[in-house]
T-cell receptor
Framework: SQKIEQNSEALNIQEGKTATLTCNYTNYSPAYLQWYRQDPGRGPVFLLLIRENEKEKRKERLKVTFDTTLKQSLFHITASQPADSATYLCALGSGGYNKLIFGAGTRLAVHP | EPEVTQTPSHQVTQMGQEVILRCVPISNHLYFYWYRQILGQKVEFLVSFYNNEISEKSEIFDDQFSVERPDGSNFTLKIRSTKLEDSAMYFC?????????????FGPGTRLTVT
């Protein structure tokens, strides 16, 4: 069955460092992958979408890579700030406007 | 920036009662979704809706669930006879063709508590 794994339950880093979050998947061939931020009790907030034919995408301090051979996406936040503390979700889409399948998320804590 | 809105933010109901969760998707969006998230678990897909009909539904979306777009702005999820296990956060999302195609934008959610 399809499986999405995000690295570790929590990631603690120091302010100013780069946070790197991992999303691995098996038994799936996504057409695109989306990253979301979720704060406690709130809805997922869209951050970035990367398509299967794209290797890398950037938006301000965020960078996403997508390796369909390794079946892995990496999500980087550079110059991290305490305000970046949240849970980050990866979600895979099979194509078109179909459903998203979500990972369990990685909780990021950025310490001053 | 346009946002998806949802009402109510919190709904408490007794087992067996009917509830309607309401969503106003982003105004020019054409594709609509409902997801749910049980406390501490993953976000799960329920149903997608396009051109006034269901495009896809999950195993969770059984006969107790229905969706409707009663007018040009609202999108509703109805649970006919709620069960304890329906307690969760319910999120509406929308998407549209164009420069941001496939991106799904979520609302803040409705917390449903079934007692």
């Amino acid at each position: 069955s399809q499986k999405i794994e995000q690295n570790s339950e929590a990631l603690n880093i120091q302010e100013g460092k780069t946070a790197t979050l991992t999303c691995n998947y098996t038994n799936y061939s996504p057409a695109y992958l989306q990253w979301y931020r979720q704060d406690p009790g709130r809805g997922p907030v869209f951050l970035l979408l990367i398509r299967e034919n794209e290797k890398e995408k950037r938006k301000e301090r965020l960078k996403v890579t997508f390796d369909t051979t390794l079946k892995q996406s990496l999500f980087h936040i550079t110059a991290s700030q305490p305000a970046d503390s949240a849970t980050y979700l990866c979600a895979l889409g099979s194509g078109g406007y179909n459903k998203l399948i979500f990972g369990a998320g990685t909780r990021l804590a950025v310490h001053p | 920036e346009p946002e998806v809105t949802q009402t109510p933010s919190h709904q408490v109901t007794q087992m067996g009662q009917e509830v309607i969760l309401r969503c106003v998707p982003i105004s020019n969006h054409l594709y609509f979704y409902w997801y749910r998230q049980i406390l501490g678990q993953k976000v799960e897909f329920l149903v997608s809706f396009y051109n006034n009909e269901i495009s896809e539904k999950s195993e969770i979306f059984d006969d107790q669930f229905s969706v409707e777009r009663p007018d040009g702005s609202n999108f509703t999820l109805k649970i006919r006879s709620t069960k304890l296990e329906d307690s969760a956060m319910y999120f509406c999302a929308s998407s549209t063709p164009g420069t941001r195609f496939y991106e799904q934008y979520f609302g803040p959610g409705t917390r449903l508590t079934v007692t």
